[in-house]
């Protein structure tokens, strides 16, 4: 704070200032440009500084592949930062000059907060749907092949076959991914339609 107190506001020249950093994101599907703003703020320029790059955050920043794992970061960055800025003292200025001009506060923003919105709900359901994928239920067809036996060609596993046969392979559990149970190899069965994928826990049939 000693250091703070000493911090001239490269905005208006005011004190007391704390040099901070605020970072917008605007992202296109790919792609995705960066601005910072770090420099001594007073609490009035800080305060606008963040509700501008926040504000752009929360309107473009979701708008890119890994903006669900890099907007968050920035998002809370940003507030950190904020709160050092929002510590800070009553500015005072030389006579002549003047802050940066105020924006309004991000509540009052409403397209920031739509989009946001949007996109943290988009994120939401995408998951749901990935969870709810994951653990539909077999049906009972697929559930008869369990205790069954099968033989693998071409990468994938066909059941219905004698456990006799060589190389036989015999089907331990069912699973919509490749994690199966130690002991167990996780092979696809080709019994299956295209549009499911369902991995067949096997382990060598005792002939």
Known sequence: MARELNEQCAFCGAVPAAN???TAARG???FVTWSRIKKPMCRDCGTTAFRTQQSVCMRFGWW???SFISNPIVLTRNAIANGKISALGEPVRPPANSPLEPV???REQPLAIVLTTVAVTAFGALVAI?????????THEQQAWVGQCGVER????????PCGDHGALKVVSLSH?????TGTSAIEVSNTSALESV???VSRAEG
């Open 20 to 22: 901070v950093g605020f």
């Open 28 to 30: 296109l599907l790919i």
């Open 64 to 66: 890119w592949l890994l």
């Open 104 to 106: 309004r506060r991000l």
């Open 130 to 138: 990935g969870v709810i994928s994951n653990s539909k239920p077999f």
């Open 154 to 161: 071409n990468g994938s596993i066909i059941v219905g076959e």
């Open 177 to 181: 991914s490749t994690e199966c149970p």
């Open 199 to 201: 991995y067949a826990c």
